[in-house]
């Protein structure tokens, strides 16, 4: 389930993720996005078809039921040691990875490809190893469990930055731009399948909603604010440099791993 809902989003940026830089090449930036825009809309009339889920239990009713009660239950039920060690691996895991694709477009920009070259051969070669790592990932967390796949996946997602350092020294080689796409992609893909298996594993049925939000929204942290701040030590350090730090900064979360999923020692079977 898990590794389906990954890749419909996947899928449905292929298209508009594509079009929108190969027209880029041709018709100003303000065209372009009023096109993509378009895009928008069938998700729109869909809302307008589709019935309401279905809500098990009673919503909750008072601001303590919403969030403290949840958040109490993980930190009673994990203690506070455990509890900061997960937050802590939630936060680290996909911390180098998210860095290293966060000016994935400028370093293909500045590498010598054109937009047409990034919306032909990189959007492709990154999504359909992504749906297949995703796919697979679910897979295999059905034979490895939740932990190892963890660490099998991880260690894959790590190793596949430094294709980017390759890349840099490569210079304009259409192949090499689609093979560390596709690596990577497939990296991530895997990681992600055990990445949000683990977030569902810990949360508690109770409190799914409320717990599940909190840990994929300290999960978007590195994305969405530290990425802000990788344009600057690009700047600062250059391309290479810049790669291997974030192949660095993915350690971490592999050392975490140690306390929050050591290996072979799962609670659960996984939930793909």
């Given at each position: 389930?898990?590794?389906?809902?990954?890749?419909?989003?996947?899928?449905?940026?292929?298209?508009?993720?594509?079009?929108?830089?190969?027209?880029?090449?041709?018709?100003?930036?303000?065209?372009?996005?009023?096109?993509?825009?378009?895009?928008?809309?069938?998700?729109?009339?869909?809302?307008?078809?589709?019935?309401?889920?279905?809500?098990?239990?009673?919503?909750?009713?008072?601001?303590?039921?919403?969030?403290?009660?949840?958040?109490?239950?993980?930190?009673?039920?994990?203690?506070?040691?455990?509890?900061?060690?997960?937050?802590?691996?939630?936060?680290?895991?996909?911390?180098?990875?998210?860095?290293?694709?966060?000016?994935?477009?400028?370093?293909?920009?500045?590498?010598?490809?054109?937009?047409?070259?990034?919306?032909?051969?990189?959007?492709?070669?990154?999504?359909?190893?992504?749906?297949?790592?995703?796919?697979?990932?679910g897979i295999w967390m059905l034979k490895l469990g939740i932990n190892r796949a963890l660490w099998v996946f991880g260690v894959v997602q790590l190793v596949t930055?430094?294709?980017?350092?390759?890349?840099?020294?490569?210079?304009?080689?259409?192949?090499?731009?689609?093979?560390?796409?596709?690596?990577?992609?497939?990296?991530?893909?895997?990681?992600?399948?055990?990445?949000?298996?683990?977030?569902?594993?810990?949360?508690?049925?109770?409190?799914?909603?409320?717990?599940?939000?909190?840990?994929?929204?300290?999960?978007?942290?590195?994305?969405?604010?530290?990425?802000?701040?990788?344009?600057?030590?690009?700047?600062?350090?250059?391309?290479?440099?810049?790669?291997?730090?974030?192949?660095?900064?993915?350690?971490?979360?592999?050392?975490?791993?140690?306390?929050?999923?050591?290996?072979?020692?799962?609670?659960?079977?996984?939930?793909?």
């Open positions: 389930g898990n590794s389906i809902h990954i890749n419909a989003y996947r899928l449905a940026s292929l298209i508009p993720g594509s079009l929108s830089l190969i027209l880029a090449d041709y018709l100003p930036w303000s065209t372009v996005f009023g096109i993509t825009a378009l895009f928008m809309l069938p998700g729109l009339l869909m809302t307008l078809v589709v019935s309401e889920p279905k809500l098990y239990g009673s919503a909750p009713r008072t601001l303590r039921e919403a969030i403290v009660e949840p958040f109490h239950e993980f930190i009673h039920r994990a203690g506070w040691r455990e509890a900061l060690c997960i937050l802590a691996f939630i936060f680290l895991y996909k911390l180098g990875d998210s860095m290293a694709t966060a000016l994935a477009t400028p370093f293909y920009l500045d590498t010598g490809f054109s937009k047409s070259d990034i919306g032909l051969i990189a959007k492709h070669a990154g999504l359909w190893p992504a749906v297949a790592g995703g796919l697979l990932g930055i430094l294709g980017f350092v390759w890349l840099d020294q490569s210079g304009p080689d259409k192949l090499v731009l689609a093979a560390v796409i596709g690596a990577e992609a497939l990296g991530v893909g895997l990681g992600s399948a055990a990445f949000i298996a683990f977030i569902a594993r810990s949360t508690d049925p109770r409190y799914t909603a409320t717990q599940f939000a909190l840990f994929t929204s300290l999960a978007a942290v590195p994305r969405t604010v530290i990425n802000a701040g990788t344009g600057y030590l690009v700047e600062a350090l250059g391309w290479t440099p810049f790669f291997l730090l974030c192949t660095l900064l993915a350690i971490p979360g592999m050392l975490l791993l140690l306390k929050v999923a050591p290996w072979g020692d799962d609670p659960a079977p996984a939930r793909p």
